[in-house]
């Protein structure tokens, strides 16, 4: 094995064998009550469009969708990335990116599930149909909709560019959220990370984060099953197809078509109970 790039410090003479105790999944995903998919995917495919939101290139948009119901992001026009924050009706519970990684993997597809942040941990929504699921690891080590990216924001552009860019889809989820009804500040401040849609990215052998061309294409499509009452809020991604950068105008962006799918619930669902801990942390009194 070859030593890290950026390492100094000598190996001890017991390397090898410290190296070599075994990885254990930190999260056992399989102890994970089923989502019952085939119910989803029949309610799924049953529902009807009710109503449709076209995101423009470096937007974002909002829409409501009631628990027991779909939405679906399509690719319309051309290869475009979307960043998706999710929320519960009164606001309260936010989509947990790092939650859903260690619970589901880097990337997720069909039958996994969007956490929602602490007190809650819940499922706020899962992933019914992905036309994407065929792409699967590539050689670059890359895969699709993924939970290891945060969203391209003006502040880490600012601080490796310079600059003042508005458009990136941390502003753009901002400006969806004051549409809403927040001031600006406290719509900034409930923008959370995101599920990459279509989005292809990986590590790579030195562990940097690294994004390839979107393999979307118009048709293409990722359809959800909404847990509980929900705000879904989707940028189009100012980087595209994300191929080459982002935090600019510079490459072609194209919108994303995002709906509410109106339907009967899957059979013998129900709504997730929020999760079950006492909160006490070990104080009897608070
Ligand atoms: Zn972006």
Redesign the pocket.
């Known amino acids: 094995m070859t030593e890290p790039a950026r390492s100094r410090t000598p190996p001890p003479p017991d390397a090898a064998l410290r190296r070599a105790a075994p990885a254990v999944p930190v999260y056992t995903a399989g102890t994970l009550a089923s989502p019952g998919i085939a119910a989803y995917r029949a309610a799924i495919a049953a529902a009807k469009p009710a109503e449709a939101v076209a995101v423009p290139p470096r937007e974002a948009r909002a829409l409501r969708v009631p628990a027991g119901q779909g939405f679906r992001i399509t690719c319309i026009e051309g290869p475009q990335?979307g960043?998706l924050n999710l929320f519960s009706t009164d606001w309260s519970e936010q989509f947990w990116s790092g939650k859903t990684r260690a619970l589901h993997g880097t990337h997720l597809s069909t039958g996994d599930r969007l956490w929602s942040s602490l007190p809650t941990l819940r499922p706020m929504a899962t992933i019914v149909e992905d036309s994407l699921d065929w792409y699967g690891f590539d050689e670059d080590g890359c895969s699709v909709h993924d939970v290891i990216g945060t969203?391209?924001?003006p502040y880490t552009a600012n601080l490796l560019s310079g600059g003042q860019y508005h458009h990136?889809?941390?502003s753009?989820l901002t400006r969806a959220i004051m549409a809403e009804g927040f001031h600006r500040d406290m719509a900034e401040g409930l923008v959370h990370d995101?599920l990459?849609v279509f989005m292809a990215t990986g590590f790579d052998a030195e562990g940097r984060y690294v994004m390839k061309a979107s393999p979307v294409r118009p048709g293409d499509h990722i359809a959800f099953l909404a847990e509980i009452d929900l705000v879904a809020v989707l940028?189009?991604?100012?980087?595209g197809d994300?191929g080459q950068g982002?935090?600019s105008d510079a490459a072609a962006c194209h919108p994303l078509l995002l709906e509410r799918l109106k339907g009967a619930a899957p059979a013998g669902w129900a709504p997730p109970p929020r999760n079950g801990y006492d909160r006490s942390h070990g104080q009897m009194t608070s």
């Open positions: 990335v960043d969203r391209c924001d990136c889809c941390h753009n995101v990459n940028s189009t991604c100012p980087g994300c982002h935090s």
